[in-house]
């Protein structure tokens, strides 16, 4: 009977440390990182190359003209971080999220992206920007000179905490500083004031108006609809108003009222390249959804952790960010071989238990 005892004991600890190796094996598969370095496109490297430039110039303009200076809230001198609160400041923001932004790699993201939603070069595109990340603005605008798409642009002047929030260099300003330096090409298609409702309810009237008459004499068109669907239904006028204008994406950056609607759903649009969505009720649906519906893709650049985790890039860098040289690498796979090793492995394993149950069946 001891011995019988025994040979089971032997049995049970084989089939423990047999279990235990696989376990282990499926737990590094899970956390061990691809290491493969894929040559990419050249338009990627382009945009990066040309967002850099861009915070060049607007970093250089800024200083010269004493204009969002602050060490501490922006140390690498970028321009691109505004005061928390100002006259034109909507909600609260994270300063964290701002800097990541100011990242020439999310010019070749955008590109990546757009290239994945089936742009081509030459395409048409529309984009929408609240003031909230106006480095995510350049970061897009970039991507279509470097792909050489034709940009339709709609602006929103408020800002979230640390955007665009200086009255003095509106998202409007530095659209028109990259414009005079000749990144982009084209004036924006309209200007909204942005805030509660898409018409700066929380801003003073005489802001609401200095607003208006900046827009106006930059000879562009002003939206002021209060009412959502009158909104969406202007914007898209807008966007459309070539005849026969195939547009290919929509890009959506920030959390503007028009662009995104009064429903929760909303809130839960993944960041990034939009590949499934529920929809809310028509009343409630911004531009981000009559977009999805007319089956145009859309990239959603709001939840800056979010897009930093599932795209590989540095949250809230402490070193200034400049683009890769030679590819980009906005995965984070698992590395094939220890997947199919613990495949193979558990496979064995079952082939063991399989004969071990059948031992234990002989009478």
């Known amino acids: 009977m001891m011995n019988l005892l025994n040979h089971f004991n ?30 990419s496109p050249p338009e990627l490297q382009k945009a990066a190359k040309i967002m850099e430039k861009s915070l060049d110039i607007i970093s250089s303009y800024c200083r010269k003209n004493n204009i969002n200076i602050n060490e501490i809230y922006d140390p690498f001198n970028t321009g691109l971080i505004g005061p928390e609160i100002s006259e034109i400041t909507t909600t609260i923001g994270h300063l964290e999220a701002k800097r990541t932004t100011i990242n020439p790699n999310f010019a070749a993201l955008i590109v990546n992206m757009l290239m994945e939603a ?45 955007g665009a929030t200086n009255i003095n260099f509106t998202l409007l300003d530095i659209y028109n500083l ?79 009222f028009a662009n995104m609607g009064t429903s929760p759903l909303s809130l839960k649009l993944q960041p990034g390249l939009v590949k499934s969505v529920s929809f809310p009720e028509k009343n409630r649906q911004g531009v981000i959804f009559s977009m999805l519906e007319k089956e145009i893709s859309v990239i959603h650049l709001l939840f800056i952790k979010g897009i930093t985790q599932k795209y590989n890039l540095t949250w809230d860098p402490v070193s200034k960010p400049k683009f890769k040289n030679n590819y980009y690498n906005f995965t984070n796979l698992a590395s094939p071989v220890i997947p199919i090793l613990s495949m193979l492995y558990l496979i064995y394993f079952s082939l063991i238990l399989i004969r071990y149950n059948k031992l234990n069946n002989i009478k």
């Not at 440390?17 to 040559?39: D, R």
């Not at 529309?126 to 602006?155: T, Y």
């Not at 005079?180 to 509660?196: R, T």
């Open 118 to 162: 089936g742009v081509n070069n030459g395409d048409t595109i529309a984009i929408a920007c609240s003031g909230s990340f106006p480095a995510l603005l350049i970061a897009s605008l970039s991507a279509a000179k470097a792909m050489d798409l034709n940009s339709r642009v709609i602006l929103s002047i408020g800002s979230s905490s640390y």
């Open 178 to 256: 990259i414009l005079d330096n000749n990144i982009v090409d084209s004036k924006p298609i309209a200007v909204s004031p942005g805030g509660k409702n898409d018409v700066g309810e929380e801003f003073d009237e005489d802001i609401v108006k200095k607003i208006k008459s900046k827009i106006q004499s930059n000879g562009i068109p002003f939206i002021y609809e209060k009412n959502l669907q009158s909104n969406v239904l202007k914007r898209e006028a807008l966007y459309f108003t070539i005849k026969n204008i195939d547009i290919k994406a929509f890009i959506n950056i920030g959390g503007g």
């Open 10 to 39: 032997r049995k049970n600890k084989f089939l423990f440390i047999n279990g235990l190796i696989g376990l282990i094996l499926i737990i590094v598969a899970s956390y061990i990182p691809e290491n493969k370095q894929t040559f």
